[in-house]
């Protein structure tokens, strides 16, 4: 892996500070592809972190969204989920906290970034967030969901959507309900967006975090993330060639 530096990136929304991460490799001069994380209901974390570096090692500029706030950082599920609620209850607010990451993984000054190349991704919460900023319209030519929920509150704002859209799904996830599945389909296809959604047998919630161990709910699996990384990174590599 090359040498990924983190910088933090501060910002303020509505009077709000915020903090979020930025991973490069600090020896490229040039400009890369930019990619906007969302992180999974932890936030900004050192797991998410890693997951930033790693990607960012791939030869990518990664800003990992603070979606919380600067002074909110959950240390167990009971507060991840106190902060993620209000956001997932409110799209045009989570949408708006996205927004903005957006604009600063663009607008900062420490990695140099090529605008013409953006997408985004995230994890559980964080994959709901990836495509919820790709459902209003943000200029991201993919938007790539990990064991993330699917609904929204209005489908007609797919027809927003400008990139290719990848979901890549635990078959055996307890938390993301069936039904979300085929609306999602339906979804995407009355808004003719360029749509895959892969579906891992026996892979339930969270199957890329490595602290994952809740048989039956919440596991890790090797194989099946990196099965998954690699679907990201082929698609990442389809959309920005050239």
Request: proline share 5%.
């Amino acid at each position: 892996m090359s040498q990924i530096t983190v910088r933090s990136v501060a910002y303020q929304i509505d009077g709000q500070s915020h903090e979020s991460r930025l991973a490069f490799d600090a020896d490229h001069k040039g400009p890369r592809p930019g990619l906007l994380m969302a992180p999974n209901w932890m936030g900004v974390s050192a797991g998410a972190e890693e997951i930033a570096k790693s990607v960012a090692s791939k030869g990518y500029v990664v800003l990992i969204a603070d979606l919380y706030g600067q002074s909110i950082r959950p240390r167990s599920g009971d507060e991840a989920g106190a902060a993620m609620m209000p956001l997932k209850n409110d799209r045009a607010l989570l949408r708006k906290r996205m927004q903005a990451a957006f604009e600063q993984l663009q607008g900062q000054g420490e990695a140099a970034v090529d605008t013409s190349k953006l997408a985004t991704f995230g994890f559980c919460f964080g994959g709901c967030c990836a495509l919820e900023l790709a459902r209003a319209g943000a200029p991201v030519k993919a938007a790539v969901s990990f064991h993330g929920s699917l609904d929204t509150p209005n489908v007609t704002d797919a027809k927003n959507i400008k990139g290719s859209v990848l979901v890549l799904h635990g078959a055996a996830d307890p938390l993301v309900p069936k039904e979300q599945l085929p609306a999602f389909e339906a979804e995407m296809n009355a808004a003719g967006v360029d749509w895959q959604l892969l579906s891992y047998g026996g892979a339930v919630h969270s199957f890329t975090d490595p602290h994952a161990n809740v048989p039956g709910t919440m596991m890790y699996d090797v194989k099946t993330a990196a099965r998954a990384f690699m679907s990201m990174h082929n698609l990442l590599d389809e959309v920005f060639k050239g």
